[in-house]
């Protein structure tokens, strides 16, 4: 992705720095989060194969079916976001389904023993994941997303390591999944 952000360094660090001292002080648990956003993406999943049932059978109980588990997911979802405007809601709904599938699609790369395949599908599906915990953390403004340079995040960013690779090294800094 080339489009990049005007999100300056320090503003990165403070808020990784601001994420660790909640840790700390046991106020802010991101491992329970995390995997509620794991659940959402399968909710999500399920109701994709719900309606491809549906419109594969002709049987209209999946119809249903994908109604009650969008509701779940509809409700879930308000507990994992952070004050979303409409549209960041559906972002974020749309980050974590594909995601998802990109994560499904190299599981079953791997499966085929095509391990570069995979990896490539896993990372794309990790960035998406990245991006999803950067626009609900506000750590990335949507309203401000614009080009500056291949790669980089402002006129500052002289690492131009790009915005995915960023929030990726974000999420593995303030989401411990072994924090109990």
């Known amino acids: 992705m080339n489009e990049s952000t005007n999100i300056s360094f320090q503003k990165l660090e403070e808020f990784i720095e601001k ?44 119809y249903d079916f994908l109604s009650e588990v969008r509701e779940m997911r509809k409700e879930l979802m308000k507990k994992i976001e952070r004050n979303p405007s409409y549209e960041e809601h559906c972002i974020l709904k749309h980050l974590l389904a594909a995601s998802m599938r990109l994560m499904e699609v190299g599981t079953k790369k791997l499966s085929e023993g095509k391990k570069e395949e995979a990896y490539y599908f896993f990372e794309r599906s990790y960035q998406l994941y990245s991006l999803f915990w950067g626009i609900n953390l506000k750590a990335v403004d949507i309203g401000e997303v614009k080009k500056i340079d ?31």
């Open 19 to 62: 994420m660790k001292d909640l840790q700390k002080k046991d106020k802010f648990d991101l491992s329970s989060d995390e995997d509620l956003s794991l659940a959402l993406m399968n909710l999500i999943s399920m109701e994709e194969h719900f309606f491809f049932s549906g419109a594969k059978s002709g049987d209209k109980r999946y």
């Open 150 to 180: 291949d790669e980089a995040l402002n006129k500052q960013d002289k690492e131009k390591k790009g915005l995915m690779a960023k929030l990726s090294d974000l999420v593995k800094k303030i989401i411990d999944c072994c924090i109990e």
